[in-house]
């Protein structure tokens, strides 16, 4: 027992050395050294992320995007355009005879009268409602304002196909009674065919039909400054007053008209052919026999045709028909006729012209409706000189019969025209 108890001592005491003991080289060998430990390099420290502080004041939040609201019609004044013209003439800028005067056209060609305010225009125009349009027209030019046109369009359809024209405005007779002075290139319109509706217009209703795409062709014209008439249908249709222009009525007659009129595309052309005539009874103001009767039977026709300028264009119109006349120291129905051609030109800014035209018949509209008869050739030139500023010299030479006075000359004109 006590022999056990020694060899664990001897061993517990042994062991320890065993353990840290180097073994003894094999024969031919060296002793070798212990295997060098490769060093660990250091740990780089981790970087620390400073904690996020909030802001004290929080930033606005975005605004929620509002949802478009539906339109809004805007008042019906508010829908309105304000535009108009003038136009400053020069009658004689060289005169044959003193004279030499019209009775139909510029009342302001006479003996020592030179520099004339033709017309002064303003106009207010627009669609106060999707089915109402309006146009008003005043002249400032002369020793009073007068409205030239005050009337309303009312639409029967969405697409402003058909309509209804009330109130005082251009009667539809003819091609060149139709286009606006501020158009037109020739600084009168010629005798005939203002002789069947003077001063253009009268009190009345009327009807239009104008398709679509021809409205819009209508309006290429006027806008592309090629002299066109604007939209007065091509079917139109009217019952007026007859007497004229801001003028009471007479009779309890009333005049019927009616016209057709289409602007046909041949290749880079437009040609507009139309047609149409009138039919009533016109109240004379006579002075030769003021006991007699004075309302007298007033009719027309009339053939238009209108090449436009592109850059040559053709114009002509012919008209006949009846009414009141001077006849022998009386007022009596006669046959009347007329008609005017017209070349003109477009050349970049300038619109040359020549213009020949004949009437004969009664003017019913000057006292006692006394016999004319007009030959007249005017040629000239509009030149555009700006975009608002359009000048124009025009020479004419007539020779006019008005009952027994005999007048001819010719005569050099000048004018101005400003619009805006």
Known sequence: MRSIQLLSITLISVIPALATAQPAP??????TEPAPVEPVPPTPPVPVTPPVVEPTVKPPEPKAEKKPDEKKEKPWY??????????????????????FKNDLGDKQIAENNSFSLRRARLVIS???????????????AGASVAMRDWYGDVFLDKKKEFRIRA????????????????????????????????GERDLGLFG?????????????????????????GVVGIGVYSGQGINVTDKNENRH?????????????????????????KFNVTKKVDPSGLNNFRDLRAIASVALYPQPIGFQAEYTLGEGPELVGGTVEVARLQGGYAMVIA??????????GAFYDGGIKNVDDSQHHVSK???????????????????????????????????IVRLQAQLNY
Request: no cysteine.
């Open 167 to 198: 109130g005082q405005s251009k009667v539809p007779y003819g091609f060149e009674n139709l286009q606006s002075s501020q158009n037109r290139a020739p600084l009168d319109r010629s005798d005939p065919i203002n002789s069947g509706v003077s």
């Open 256 to 280: 019927v008209i009616a016209r057709v009129s289409y602007p046909f595309v041949l290749g880079k052309q437009i040609l507009e052919l139309g047609g149409g005539g009138y039919v009533g």
């Open 126 to 140: 627009g669609d106060v409602a999707p089915f109402l349009a309006v146009y008003l027209q005043a002249e400032f």
């Open 376 to 410: 007249e050739l005017v040629f000239g030139t509009e030149w555009h000189f700006k975009k608002r500023i359009e000048l124009t010299a025009e020479v004419d030479h007539a020779k006019r019969e008005v009952g027994a006075a005999e007048v001819w000359g010719t």
């Open 78 to 99: 508010e829908r309105l355009a304000i535009r108009g013209y003038m136009q400053l003439r020069f009658n004689r800028l060289y005169a044959t005879e003193d004279a």
């Open 26 to 31: 094999l024969p031919g060998e060296s002793p």
């Open 208 to 232: 239009y039909w104008t398709p679509e795409a021809v409205r819009k062709r209508f309006k290429h014209l006027v806008d592309r400054g090629l002299k066109g008439t604007g939209d007065y």
């Open 346 to 355: 477009h050349a970049g800014d300038f619109f040359p012209f020549v213009r």
